[in-house]
């Protein structure tokens, strides 16, 4: 099939393929053969089997393999990539999930026969109440975008309850916020006003108080903010919004940097979400699956999606459906359970103690970044960071016309994941490409330092060998990639799945 | 200290580095009377930290306290199945880290292995379908016909300007989970969700179906299989819709019945939408697996979720990168076609593993065998006296309601047989049913014991009317 590519780790699955080839069996069939065509008699069948590849068992591990080569990861790289909390996995959840018990656990087993797995999410449930200082979490959600959603469709509830559904429609979210939280308010039927941070990256007070009105239904802040900065009047905004009657909706993408420290509850934040894949080292897994559990205050507990995983007075765990005022179910069964069960595990061993740890290091880390490197790369709010620090391509953009791309793709000939440079937008950093850093709490001094060495040695090659800059990366399977032709002319897939 | 590779030296190293006393001093902006004291025990009730051995010991204990689908002769699906997983998909997505520990690949030049399974799975969802784009994946099949509700809504905006559609329409029996994810997503969007019953046959009643698809609907999904195991005549659905020009979606609970049924393309469907657990991936109590979004390209734009495409390197070589990008919420912001930031990658990867695993044929085989397996237990249960298949005329694929009494459930369990899902709570039409799914992992054995059961069970029982 393949002439081009004469190499097999260069082709796609489809390009391996030959007819014949296989890797899996059945058993031999144990029950009577049917005619198919009788069997289904009064459906319409394809007309041809579906194109699929046709490899050996060899020739598909080989390709897999290949193709992990092709990635940078965790496991084998710096990941400092800004806003993701790109930490240390931990082997055993992987190990431990891949028990039977989890495996096999199916959704329709009876209640009795899931009580492991319902003491299990009541108890991540309140470890995350704990944390949150809020009284009730669904562990609903599949991803942060939807515990946003559910945070928001609770807070519509919670308003059309006290009959003031129809009057509450706007959601303030400031300019500085990921965007999921604006995509989010407008799927759930709000419209979202945005809030111009300050030079510095927090909130207007005086902006704010103008912007909140009777139509306030909730601000969304990010806390600490995608500026990894934290929020100096957390107190003061949520006591705005409550004496307007409105909610607040605290992100918590960023809640690595303050686990343990501060809970948001004690803010007067109403509702916040968790990302697990985040904060409690579930596998970001090349984009997915993820979990965003969101807390909330008790006003808010019975809209709760259902069902609920309860613990009865008898010491036996119940999944209760019965609840009237619920939103309903935002995903089938109970979420990413398997997500939870990892994050889970991670938790138990982080205990008390842990969390507060990897919130402090986390923070330690950033902070001893922006120390080493200040003055090689500009940085917009120069002040005590949380999690990660926000460096933009000023000096290097002004003296060179090197950007925060071209010096991101060049950290990855040095084997270091580039940092999140997409974001936040130029209008919150100056007007500058922002390059945002995250260390975590999981990466050693040694690595810190290997890090500052190769930016303060990018730096230097922005000054004496641009091009090298410009064009890089110049270690990796493909050069710098065009992505503009991917989106003006897409092609999405092989030729010949199509038969 | 776990996770944490600091030690105290370094701390101290850094803070002096800092330039401040002590890490709290970082936390300045957070009130002090706000801040969590360790010594305090009441702040923050969480257990003591354990380590390996006894966490191990102690998920082994919760386990305990649960039975899994391995317990029994298993016959519940419902929307997640029990299929056998091959090993090969553990040792590549789970146990290897270079998937699981890369992010979304946003810098392709070091994502290229993500990129390129992304394009492949792609395409294998387009093989399946016949539909030419597919898109990286969604949470799960619920959540994945939501979606194709608002984009139905969109589309329809665009198409039917002046008209406001509002009603997307449920045609016949649909998993109530799914139906309860379109119910909350539709509440909040202001749409309307309406579900057509179903006939004597399983099937949604085609009269009512008519009736139904007014120029107020925007879109219209059936389900094939539907939740009863029923397979549905999607052409007949597609030409119900086409008078009032609205989106025909397929939803698919079982994606294994796509080796052998007429695809979604044949049939004329605009979308199709589908649970993709029982694609390689393990069953977790529902989640996580995904849900695949396949799609005419009429519709690329208005489409939610993550795409990739081929392209090239700036030396001509053949590269993966995402692609249109600009639906997205992170450009779009509240414009955007979702709000959706993440796919279930490591579940497609599963899923794109499985299928080749199996390749072409033996795709095609296991869907033959799980029919032929059908069959049997159809022809086994129905033979036990007072039970009678609840719908009859149309053709089913892995799954069947059964029509017998109710109450059944706990003597079978004693038996150490999973039966069928009870349906009595669906509505008193349904009482005394239940909803028995086969995948090839149930033996004739596991059968002819269900029976067995099943005789037992219903001794003395008024037969079924």
Redesign the interface.
């Known amino acids: 099939m393949t002439t081009a590519?004469a190499n097999p780790a260069?082709a796609?699955?489809?390009e391996v393929?030959k007819?014949?080839?296989?890797?899996?069996?059945?058993p031999e069939?144990?029950?009577?053969?049917?005619d198919?065509k009788a069997?289904?008699?009064?459906?319409?069948?394809?007309?041809k089997?579906?194109?699929?590849?046709?490899?050996g068992?060899l020739d598909?591990?080989r390709h897999?393999?290949n193709?992990?080569?092709?990635?940078?990861?965790?496991?084998?790289?710096f990941?400092p990539?800004g806003s993701?909390t790109?930490?240390?996995?931990?082997k055993?959840n992987?190990t431990?999930?891949?028990?039977?018990?989890?495996?096999?656990?199916?959704?329709?087993?009876?209640e009795a026969?899931?009580?492991?797995?319902i003491?299990?999410m009541v108890t991540l449930e309140k470890?995350l109440s704990?944390?949150s200082g809020l009284p009730a979490v669904t562990l609903q959600p599949?991803?942060?975008?939807?515990g946003?959603?559910t945070g928001?469709?609770v807070i519509?509830a919670y308003f059309e309850s006290k009959g003031e559904g129809k009057t509450r429609t706007k959601v303030i979210i400031p300019d500085s916020a990921?965007?999921?939280n604006?995509?989010?308010?407008?799927?759930?039927?709000f419209t979202?006003l945005t809030l111009k941070s300050t030079a510095d990256g927090s909130v207007d007070l005086a902006a704010l108080k103008a912007m909140i009105g009777p139509d306030t239904a909730a601000m969304m802040i990010t806390n600490p903010s995608t500026l990894g900065?934290?929020?100096?009047n957390m107190?003061e905004i949520a006591k705005l919004l409550h004496t307007a009657g409105a909610q607040l909706y605290m992100d918590g993408a960023n809640m690595n940097a303050?686990q343990?420290?501060?809970?948001p509850g004690?803010?007067g934040v109403d509702v916040m979400h968790f990302n697990l894949h985040k904060t409690y080292?579930v596998?970001?897994?090349?984009?997915?699956?993820?979990a965003g559990p969101i807390a909330v205050a008790s006003h808010l507990e019975p809209y709760l999606?259902t069902p609920r995983p309860v613990r009865n007075a008898d010491g036996t765990y119940s999944l209760d459906s019965k609840r009237p005022d619920s939103?309903?179910?935002?995903?089938?069964?109970?979420?990413?359970?398997?997500?939870l069960?990892m994050a889970y595990?991670y938790?138990?061993?982080?205990?008390?103690?842990?969390?507060?740890?990897?919130g402090?290091?986390a923070?330690?880390?950033a902070?001893?970044l922006?120390?080493?490197l200040r003055g090689v790369y500009h940085i917009q709010n120069d002040k005590?960071c949380a999690h990660e620090v926000v460096f933009t391509d000023k000096t290097q953009n002004a003296e060179h016309h090197i950007s925060a791309l071209d010096i991101?793709?060049r950290m990855?000939d040095y084997g270091i994941?580039?940092m999140t440079i997409?974001?936040p937008q130029p209008n919150v950093v100056g007007g500058q490409g922002a390059m945002m850093v995250e260390p975590t709490?999981?990466?050693?001094?040694e690595t810190l330092d290997y890090f500052v060495v190769v930016m303060k040695k990018i730096a230097s090659e922005c000054k004496d060998n641009p091009e090298i800059v410009k064009?890089a990366?110049h270690t990796?399977?493909?050069?710098?990639?065009?992505?503009k032709?991917?989106?003006t002319n897409?092609?999405?897939?092989?030729p010949?799945?199509?038969? | 200290?776990?996770?944490?590779?600091?030690t105290d030296a370094?701390?101290a190293?850094?803070?002096k580095?800092?330039?401040?006393g002590s890490?709290e001093?970082?936390?300045?902006?957070?009130?002090a009377n706000?801040?969590?004291k360790?010594s305090d025990a009441s702040m923050?009730?969480?257990?003591?930290?354990?380590?390996?051995l006894e966490?191990?010991r102690?998920?082994?204990?919760?386990?305990?306290?649960?039975?899994?689908?391995?317990?029994y002769a298993?016959f519940?699906?419902?929307?997640?199945y029990?299929h056998f997983?091959?090993t090969?998909i553990?040792?590549?997505a789970?146990?290897?880290?270079?998937?699981?520990?890369?992010?979304?690949?946003?810098?392709?030049?070091?994502?290229?292995?993500?990129l390129?399974?992304i394009?492949?799975f792609?395409?294998?969802i387009?093989?399946?379908t016949?539909l030419?784009?597919?898109n990286?994946?969604m949470?799960?099949?619920?959540?994945a016909l939501a979606e194709a509700m608002?984009m139905g809504k969109h589309v329809s905006e665009d198409r039917h300007r002046k008209e406001n559609r509002n009603t997307f329409v449920l045609a016949g029996a649909v998993?109530p989970?799914?139906l309860?994810?379109c119910?909350?997503?539709a509440?909040?969007?202001?749409l309307k969700v309406v579900q057509v019953a179903t006939g004597a046959d399983g099937r949604v009643d085609g009269q009512a179906l008519a009736k139904a698809l007014t120029r107020k609907v925007f879109a219209v999904a059936v389900q094939s299989p539907n939740y009863l195991g029923v397979?549905e005549?999607?052409?007949a659905v597609v030409a119900a819709a086409k008078e009032n020009e609205i989106l025909v979606v397929q939803a698919v609970g079982e994606a294994l019945s796509?080796?052998?049924?007429?695809?979604p393309a044949?049939?004329g469907v605009d979308v199709c939408v589908g649970?993709g657990q029982s694609l390689g991936n393990?069953?977790?109590?529902?989640?996580?697996a995904?849900g695949f979004f396949a799609s005419k390209k009429d519709w690329?734009r208005k489409m939610p979720g993550?795409?990739?495409?081929?392209?090239?390197?700036?030396?001509g070589?053949?590269?993966?990168?995402?692609?249109?990008?600009?639906r997205?919420?992170?450009?779009?912001?509240?414009?955007?076609t979702?709000?959706?930031?993440?796919?279930?990658?490591?579940?497609a990867?599963r899923a794109?593993?499985h299928?080749?695993?199996?390749?072409?044929?033996?795709?095609?085989?296991?869907a033959?065998?799980t029919?032929?397996?059908t069959?049997?237990a159809i022809s086994k249960l129905t033979s036990v006296p007072g039970v009678k298949l609840a719908h009859t005329?149309?053709?089913v694929?892995n799954e069947f309601v059964i029509q017998a009494v109710p109450g059944l459930?706990k003597k079978l369990?004693k038996k150490k047989v999973?039966g069928g899902?009870p349906l009595d709570k669906y509505g008193k039409g349904r009482r005394g049913q239940y909803l028995v799914a086969i995948t090839?992992v149930t033996?004739?054995?596991d059968?002819d014991r269900y029976a067995e059961a099943l005789t037992e069970a219903m001794k003395g029982k008024p037969v079924a009317v």
């Open positions: 590519l260069e796609i699955l489809f393929s007819p014949g080839r296989r890797c899996l069996r059945l069939l144990d029950v009577p053969k049917v198919i069997a289904l008699k009064g459906a319409k069948l394809r007309a089997p579906a194109p699929l590849p046709e490899v068992e598909l591990v897999f393999k193709l992990a080569q092709k990635n940078f990861s965790v496991d084998r790289n990941y990539l993701c790109m930490k240390y996995n931990p055993i992987v431990l999930l891949s028990l039977p018990g989890f495996t096999k656990a199916h959704p329709h087993l009876p026969d899931l009580q492991g797995h003491e299990l470890w704990e944390i599949a991803a942060g975008a939807q946003e959603m928001l469709m519509k990921h965007g999921t604006p995509a989010t308010a407008a799927l759930a039927g979202p900065i934290l929020e100096p107190v303050i343990g420290m501060v809970r004690d803010y080292s596998p970001h897994g090349a984009g997915g699956p993820g999606p939103i309903g179910k935002v995903r089938s069964f109970f979420g990413n359970y398997g997500a069960v595990i938790m138990a061993q982080l205990g008390r103690e842990g969390v507060r740890r990897n402090e290091n923070v330690l880390n902070n001893y922006r120390a080493k005590a991101a793709k990855i994941h580039p997409y974001f709490e999981t990466e050693s001094k064009t990366p990796t399977p493909v050069s710098r990639v065009d992505e032709t991917a989106t897409p092609q999405l897939y092989c010949m799945c199509i038969a | 200290m776990p996770f944490i590779q600091n370094d701390r190293e850094m803070l580095a800092i330039g401040v890490i001093d970082l936390f300045k902006d957070i009130p706000l801040r969590l360790m923050l009730k969480l257990p003591k930290g354990k380590g390996e966490v191990t102690h998920i082994h204990e919760l386990l305990a306290k649960t039975k899994n689908a391995g317990d298993y519940r699906g419902g929307g997640i029990n997983v091959s090969l553990d040792h590549i789970l146990y290897d880290g270079s998937f699981i520990t890369a992010y979304t690949p946003y810098q392709p030049e070091c994502s290229q292995g993500t390129t399974f394009y492949e792609q395409s294998s387009t093989a399946l016949g030419e784009v597919a990286a994946s949470y799960d099949g619920a959540s608002m998993n989970e799914y309860q994810v119910k909350t997503y509440d909040v969007a202001g397979i005549d999607v052409e796509l080796a052998l049924l007429q695809t044949e049939a649970e393990h069953q977790f109590l529902g989640g996580p995904f690329l993550r795409i990739v495409s081929e392209t090239k390197d700036k030396d070589r053949r590269a993966f990168a995402l692609a249109l990008a600009t997205e919420q992170h450009i779009r912001r509240e414009k955007a979702s709000n959706i930031c993440t796919n279930q990658s490591l579940c990867l794109l593993i299928i080749a695993a199996w390749g072409k044929q033996g795709f095609v085989e296991l033959e065998h029919v032929a397996k069959q049997y005329g149309a053709p694929f459930e369990l999973a899902l090839e033996t004739k054995a059968i």
